[in-house]
């Protein structure tokens, strides 16, 4: 098998990291693509109390087991599937479940410190960072937070104001300049799609 290639899918909370990676997997096929979703490498907090992990900066980089991540997809490189963990963001931990991930001729990493860890961007092979107006990421984040992991409109606000608004000043939005490209108006943006697909299209 030849190696795989790796893209790596940054941006803000909310700027539309999925719809490009859907596109990707489109593009691709699902078989052929192995998503590693960041946000499955939350550290493990089972041992930490339920009002501590309330309290916890989800939005820097020590949150992240990145030691597991890089093992995870130097596994998936030499061809060698992987039990992905699965992130409970109800409850602020790893759930008990995992999901296998196999190894496919495109491995994508996508979150929002995709393109931070310099060990990591050194195996991709596509970097690419999707861009949208911060009002545009919070509305999303506002709507999916409510709607899909059990928060009130009030700590999604003082969350963001918090943690999410400086952290991503501080650490996501720096790694802009390491994209190959950059995806303005995030998953709205149909010609860069195409762009993105076309490319991967001439490489895999
Ligand atoms: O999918 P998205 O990239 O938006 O998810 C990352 C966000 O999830 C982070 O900005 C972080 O604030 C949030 N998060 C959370 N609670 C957790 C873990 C992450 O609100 N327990």
Redesign the pocket.
């Known amino acids: 098998m030849s190696t795989p290639f790796v893209i790596g899918v940054a941006g803000?909370?909310?700027s539309g990291?999925?719809t490009v990676t859907r596109r990707v997997m489109e593009t691709v096929g699902e078989q052929g693509v192995a998503v590693l979703a960041?946000?499955n490498y939350?550290r493990n907090q089972d041992e930490i109390p339920f009002e501590t992990?309330l309290k916890?900066n989800?939005?820097h980089p020590a949150?992240f087991d990145w030691e597991l991540l890089r093992t995870h997809l130097d596994a998936l490189l030499a061809g060698v599937p992987i039990d992905m963990p699965e992130?409970d963001?109800t409850q602020?931990?790893r759930s008990a479940r995992t999901t296998k991930v196999l190894p496919g001729s495109v491995v994508v990493l996508e979150?929002?410190f995709a393109l931070y860890d310099e060990e990591l961007r050194r195996r991709m092979h596509l970097k690419v960072f999707v861009d949208a107006d911060a009002d545009v990421r919070f509305i999303r984040?506002l709507l999916?937070?409510t709607g899909e992991?059990g928060?009130t409109p009030e700590s999604v606000i003082s969350?963001y104001l918090e943690?999410?608004r400086p952290?991503?000043l501080s650490f996501v939005e720096p790694t802009k300049r390491y994209a190959d490209v950059i995806i303005p108006h995030g998953g709205m943006n149909e010609p860069a799609l195409d762009m993105l697909a076309a490319r991967i299209r001439t490489t895999i």
């Open positions: 803000g909370s909310g990291k999925t960041q946000d939350y992990r916890t989800y939005d949150a992130y963001f602020h931990t979150g929002f984040r999916r937070d992991r928060r969350q943690f999410v952290m991503h």
